[in-house]
């Protein structure tokens, strides 16, 4: 039985999870702090429950500071501090049902390490809250109403009202800079988008159908869509800032289809494996489809995605 995050009522269960996610804007994820030796920096798995302790301590110190008055609840779910302002019962739930639900599944499916950091998780209870405490904890002004991950702040900052698919998705953003440090971002984006709306299969998390499809498929029909080796070229700079409309879905529906095709994990290993001699991935892809003609596989993977369903 599937325990589904809804975008409003954000019902949780212990087990299988359906995360569903609206549309987000692009990621307003800030760079990355220059990498300090702290002890808040060992390297994965190397943090004691006194790092933990200590590292809560200082987000206490935060709040204190920066939003007097506020008050926050605070769970340890490794390798994460989980921080909302709902209900103590209702932050540890997430924690559980969303957050060790998604770190368990991508580890034993993708990841072998974990963050460099203790990373903050923070679940703000509806809209209100969450422009507040963004402007007053952060000093930022976000341009997604959903959430985003800040490796600047080492933090994920949601609204949870709009549901766990979001989280989920940037849950995966820190974990592909511990283990695929040159990642291109239509793959990082690409799987984030995967699991946006996810559940478990045999115990392993899988990606649904999702919101993404119904632009895709208007983009196939009008042949808008690039070829996957345009798609997987793609700077940071031109997935974020030049998307035509499609580099989040084709990325998310690429996958989608090499995980229905039992290939997805391959694909994953193989390229982290090749990425100095391959850093778009697309010549791994052709290895891993097994087909040299990608503008024929291309015509197949749009024939194959217009057949897809999403009942929203």
Excluded at 35 to 47: D, E, I, L, V, Y
Excluded at 197 to 205: F, H, L, P, V
Aim: with cysteine; hydrophobic share 35%.
């Amino acid at each position: 039985m599937f325990a589904a995050l809804l975008l409003a009522t954000a019902s949780c269960g212990n087990s299988d999870n359906n995360a569903k996610t609206p549309k987000p804007k692009p990621p307003a994820t800030k760079p990355a702090a220059p990498a300090q030796p702290t002890p808040m920096m060992k390297g994965s798995g190397s943090f004691t429950d006194a790092d933990y302790k200590r590292r809560t301590a200082e987000l206490r110190k935060l709040i204190a500071a920066k939003a007097p008055g506020s008050t926050f609840n605070f769970v340890v779910q490794k390798p994460f501090i989980v921080i909302g302002d709902e209900a103590p019962a209702r932050v540890e739930q997430r924690a559980i049902s969303t957050v060790k639900w998604a770190v368990d599944r991508l580890k034993s499916a993708y990841f072998a390490k974990d963050p460099k950091h203790i990373l903050s998780v923070w679940l703000f209870k509806d809209k209100a809250s969450y422009r507040k405490h963004t402007k007053a904890l952060f000093d930022d002004d976000p341009g997604t109403p959903y959430g985003y991950y800040s490796s600047a702040e080492r933090a994920l900052i949601m609204n949870i009202a709009t549901g766990g698919g979001t989280l989920v998705h940037e849950i995966v953003h820190p974990f592909i800079e511990a283990n695929f440090e040159d990642c291109p971002s239509w793959f990082n984006e690409g799987l984030g988008s995967l699991y946006e709306q996810s559940s478990s299969r045999a115990g392993k998390i899988v990606g649904l159908t999702n919101w993404r499809l119904a632009g895709l498929q208007r983009a196939i029909r009008k042949n808008e869509v690039p070829s996957f080796k345009t798609l997987t070229s793609t700077t940071s700079r031109q997935f974020y800032n030049q998307d035509p409309g499609t580099n989040y879905s084709q990325s998310r529906y690429l996958l989608y289809y090499l995980q229905e095709k039992g290939l997805l994990r391959s694909y994953y290993k193989q390229f982290v494996a090749n990425v100095k001699t391959d850093p778009t991935g697309y010549a791994t892809l052709q290895k891993v489809l097994g087909r040299k003609d990608m503008a024929a596989f291309k015509l197949d993977w749009q024939r194959y995605v217009l057949k897809l369903r999403f009942g929203g």
